[in-house]
């Protein structure tokens, strides 16, 4: 299904002036202004807005579930209702329009309504992972300058609430912290989200300039810390419903998220923003296990689903010879596997054990995204990641010296286009090296282009980690380590990993006594450190190998044992 977005123009530019937008002019690089006439004038950039996207969508698809989460069901009108009271409870709260909001929330129905209600008050969110703990919160709110943390009260074990005062301890910005469900004992700046709904003032309810910045997702992370990407109303709309056509969802789509969907993947690509475009429903997992999500996908017979590798290939097992033999699954239509690479054998077993076809997705917070499409070649969808949404985005792919490679062979992949960003959010330096002089972005990604126009994913060039599908950036977990008085330096490399694709190795130089391995790994807990960027193995060292110029070389390191001869 195809729908298209009637929208008044831009009230920021209706009459000839720009009205300052809520991120400041230098902290951010929008398109050049050629560019946005042209993706506007190719219909992509259409000028609609979240706040307006959510109003159209339950105009048109009023009754039908927008929503599914446990035992609750909310239609379109229903989440749209209580957008608008949130967003009134926030207003009387003291967000205001333009203030930027760190969303911790699990897959829960909540997370719409708040994500929602930040739009319609004209607030940013700024989007965390469940996993994400106080080191990863303490930096996006303060890079963000957040003036609230909404977070939920446990979460998997994990009592949210002890970690979010924490937070606000340490970031000056930030005034309130939010708790879906019990706020525990009453503190000062802390207020439950129950109590936060209030009757709506339309005349405060936002009407943003699409070509602002709406929202902050988070990089994985190379050097130093992660850096916010900003994204406006128009280029990831645009994703949005361009990701809904080729993916053809319609009302009769059934959406299972299960991975966290603050992500983008399973948030755009084409996601829970897909299928609300489309009027389908989004069905909520608490988790990916086979146990939860495949018995969530028989009862609501879920049509489409999007999973990283490690967790595609437990529901295989769990399908072809373990607990979920028995399951009904033949309402699931396209089972969708991107994030990281998926081994090919593994892409191969998705149609005869799970019955339904398989769509590689292979795309990044900063932009592009691939898919491969419902009527390719069997070995176009089991052995490559697919091919761009958009005719407008240029991929190039190039050598060490930013020269082209023939097709076939592996060179680096920049990319832009209409949902591209130009820079990272306040990283002039950063950005220097992330993005070249006429705006491409450097993904970091080593890929193949076939004359087909599909991509293979060979390798990666950033010091990244990808364990299965969660990003890991080295350096930031070096510098954790670093803060070790025991430590004297430190290397963290990826080790291949059957299951994970990979997991994470630091290799420590001591100083002194070595500390033991369990010394290390409760330092990083106690920094707050999320558990996935927690190291599985830790490695003590004389020494690192160097390249030729005198640098680390991670590749060497690799093949390093430990020199102490524990595991
Ligand atoms: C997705 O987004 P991010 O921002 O968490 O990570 C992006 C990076 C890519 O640069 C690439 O290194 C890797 O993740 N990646 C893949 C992949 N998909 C992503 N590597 C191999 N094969 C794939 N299919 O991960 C993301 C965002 C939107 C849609 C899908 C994934």
New binding site residues.
Partial sequence: MSTTDPRTPAPGTANGTRRPGPVAAGDWTPWPEGLAETYRRAGYWTGETFPAFLRDRAARFSEATAVVDGDTRWTYAELDRRADSLAAGLDRLGVAEGDRVVVHLPNTAALLEVVFALFRRGALPVYSLPAHRRSELVHLASTAEAVALVTTDTHAGFDCRPMAAEVREEVPSLEHVVVAGDPGTPERGTVALEELRAEPDPLALADPDPGEVAFF????GTTGLPKL?PRTHDDYLYSVRASADICALGTDTVYLGALPIT???P???P?FLGVLHAGGTVVLSPDPSPATALALIEKERATLT?V??PVAMLWLDAVERGSQAERDLSSLRVL???????PEEAARRVTPVLGCALQ???????GL??YTRDGDPDEVVTAT??RPISAHDEVLIVDEHDVPVPDGEPGH?LTRGPYTIRGYYRAPEHNAAAFTADGFYR???IVCRYPSGNLV?AG?A?D?I?RG???IGAEEVENHILAHPAVHDTSVVALPDPYLGERTCAYIIPRGAAPTRSEILAFLRERGLAAYKIPDRVSFVDSFPATAVGKISKRDLRGTTDQSGAQ
Avoid: C, W, Y
């Fill in positions: 997702q988070l990089s994985g990407i992500h983008n993947f948030m755009s690509s996601g999007s990283v590798p969708q596997v991107g994030g990281a690479t998926f590689q997705v292979f795309g990044m917070a900063e995204v691939n990641q697919g992949l993904t970091g990604d994913v990666r950033k990244q990808n599908g969660e990003k």
